[in-house]
């Protein structure tokens, strides 16, 4: 919203502030400036003293100007909308504008045509005043030739206000706030008060309401006006905020628009065919609006009709066949309160909106109703003359007002930590239009945000100024608790992860039905996933039962804009439903890997490729010393080479990895090998252990072993691994596998067998080892491993 500080300053004094104090003033307001806009230097107001056709051009004229130098300056000029006399911005040599695309140029004296122009003359959107008027910018017929423009048009602050601060759409809401925190008294208001003109209850043939939309509808009836163009000091405000005057009838709308807030509507009364009916739009009505387009309605759309037609979409625009114009002489002056989100909704859903719907939409004042009306009919008298009737047409009533709030002084100086003296509480909430009654105050009609005593303490606060409340040590050291060691935990892993050259994600929690096949074991687990009632759309219909099809399409994504190599991970909340209708989350990990093992180079053009090898190495590092992996055959399992990931000795299961399938991948563009794994992070977290184990570097040489085992292809080297693992022998350090070889065609090695080779090293931490003992304890693992596995050695 554009707020004009010369508009500001007939509400409020603000002579003695520099423009960087009323930008820190607007913020401490909680107004966000967004930024602000003032007019360059060398740009005065001149007088056109003469014009006459140019010699060797038809569509130039060659003026003198008197622009307050005492000597008339020449100026070439394209413009027809002028004549001798009239007053336009000239911008002499030296003046930076900006043209149309954002960049700026500046004006020189030069020739056109032959003839010298020592300036020129503007129109509106040349000087950044407003976008959409043709020719020149006519002036007000007061201003002094040679006053810089900077003085006609002050500064224009462009603001962002919050939604629940409808009561700052306006001059007098901002000037209002101002005045509270500058602690200066706000003037030329009192005609903003409450209404003093007598009303009357509607007849039914003059206002129907049909709709608990619009709780009350006004209108007062001027007749004998004279629409024409609006006075100067009118256009001058319209304009200098960027809004195009239109004719007086409308200006004055728009002026009481951004002076209250509050919005209205002028029809052409000759237009209406009887009375005013306020009710739904009908099904497949179409309406003509003031844009020129043609809209079609809905039944929830409220409309402003008269016997026949809609006139009007209530709260967004009036129509075109309704409009005021240089015919009109009668007119019906609208002031009325819609509810907030129909007009919303109607806004929305047409794309349709205006300054009107735009404080519709958050809410204005119900009981400024009348006074909005009052001070558009004073102005319309003023400026386009006719007779008002003596009283305001009233249909339906105000809802009620808020409810008066009980502050207690001493908590309020208790959350906002100072010593605020009770006069001072009360003055600063009286500054704000609120009224004290013993510890309860009453709210005005306009701020609809103050509800609870702690919007009231949030008022004093904001006035007082949190600069001015001391700094006092309030929190001291605690324990950690759960939800600190899980966040270090959780933070430790992605730490790790991150060093690992994996890249973190963060995918919405909610899936389409599609990608519910590329979780990798929801129907193993005997877990359903769970569907909105009312998704939102067709791809986000089922919350998450596991991280893994997010990374998938991440992965894809990636794909696309060229970024094989990927490795991703991902934490967070997963969602299933139980066999028993029940609903469970958990905390997962989820990891994939695609692409190259190293990125390509002069130093290693291998190509090799990331297999599930080099997840088992992540998972390694992020998880306690024991992991296992043991395959998993199941058909409803995404992958079909699926691996069950455990811990210890009991092997906790954690989670599951595995191997895309080469066809699933191939869907989503990935070329390469996709391996994936999923983990509970609970679980993990009750599996590792933060007590690190240091060992002694070993003081006497060990002594290595090979063994080659001939075993059936359906037993696993991790069921070798865990025997190994258990295996009590004390010399017995490390076991390694270095070879598998397997021969299908069974030449060189049976088939259905595979051969397992390891490496054995024994060490003792006292002495060094004599080859003797070394021989013992091999022997005795050769003899325990084809017993107990029943494996032959080659």
Known sequence: MNVSLKWLSDHVDFSEYSMEQLDDLLTFTGIEVE??????DHLVVAQISSSDPHPDADKLSICQVDDGSGKPRQIVCGAKNYKVGDKVPLALPGCVLESGDGKTFEIKEGKLRGVPSLGMMCGAPEIGLTDDQDGLMILSPDLKPGTPLSEVFPAVFELEITPNRPDCLSHLGVARELAALAEKTLTGAAHHGASTTPV???????IEISSENCPLYT????????????????????????????????????FVLMEMGHPLHAFDEAKLDGGIKVRSAAEGETFLALDGEEYALAENDLVIADQKKAVAIAGVMGGEDSGVTETTTDILLESAYFVSPAVRKTARRLNLHSDSSYRFERGTDPYQVNGASDLATKLILEIAGGKAEDEIIVCGEAPAAPASVDLDNDYCRSVIGAEIPDEKIAAILSSLGLKQSGTTWEIPTYRLDLIRPIDLVEEVARVYGLDN??????????????ADQSYDFIRGIQNTLSKLGFFETRNLKLISEAQLADDLATNHRGMSPIRLKNPLNDEQDYLRP???????????????????DVRFFESGRVFTATPKGGEVEHEHLALL????????????????????????????????????????EDDRMLCACSIEIGVGKKAAKLGLAGIVPPARARELGLDSAVVVAEINLKKLAAAKSDDLRYEELPKFPGSSRDMAMVV???????????YLATYEEPLLQNVELFDLFEDPSGEKLEAGKKSLAYSVTYRSPARTLEAAEVETAHGKLLDSLKRDLNVAFR
């Open 35 to 40: 930024g602000i806009q003032s007019l360059p």
């Open 200 to 206: 009357r209850v509607a007849k039914d043939d003059e």
């Open 219 to 254: 209108a007062r009836k001027i007749s004998g006006v004279k629409v024409g163009p609006s006075p100067a000091w009118l256009k001058e405000k319209l304009e200098s905020i960027g809004l195009r005057p239109i004719n007086n009838i409308v200006d004055i709308t728009n």
């Open 469 to 482: 409340v001391p700094s006092n040590l309030k929190a001291w050291f605690s324990p950690a608790s759960k």
């Open 546 to 564: 596991g991280i893994v099809p997010g990374l998938l399409a991440s992965a894809s994504r990636n794909q696309r804009f060229g970024n094989a």
């Open 593 to 632: 890997m695609t692409g190259s093992r190293v990125a390509r180079s002069w130093a290693d053009n291998s190509g090799a490729k990331l297999d599930i090898h080099d997840l088992r190495a992540a998972l390694d590092a992020i998880c306690p010393a024991g992991l296992n992996f043991r395959p998993v």
């Open 712 to 722: 059936p292809s359906s037993l696993q080297s991790g069921t070798i691994a865990d």
